[in-house]
């Protein structure tokens, strides 16, 4: 049973979702330098930046605590603390690992 689909593509109930995704990508050649995004950051290229952990410092003991694993860039530790609550009782801070 053949089905009718977005532009005008027919194929089976059983034909691959993934396929019909990638469609419109097989056209394309993979290794062609103009339809390849450019790599940002080509090798020597290594932009060094400062690394930071978001730590809560409860303000009744003052006790801090580490929220993040791992040090991240001051980008994404602003993401991170963006999406957290404000509250009377903590502080949150970015503080810079020392390497």
């Not at 689909?5 to 034909?15: M, N, V, W």
């Not at 006790?63 to 999406?83: A, D, R």
Request: aromatic fraction near 8%; hydrophobic fraction near 30%.
């Amino acid at each position: 049973m053949m089905r009718q689909r977005r532009h005008g593509l027919k194929f089976s109930k059983t034909a691959s979702l993934k396929f019909y995704l990638l469609w419109p990508l097989g056209s394309r050649k993979l290794n062609d330098p103009e339809t390849r995004t450019p790599n940002t950051k080509q090798q020597g290229e290594i932009k060094m930046e400062r690394k930071y952990h978001i730590v809560v410092i409860v303000e009744k003991t003052g006790k801090k605590i580490q929220i993040t694993g791992y040090p991240m860039t001051h980008k994404e530790c602003c993401t991170m603390k963006s999406k957290m609550a404000e509250y009377p009782w903590r502080r949150i801070q970015l503080e810079e690992v020392s390497e």
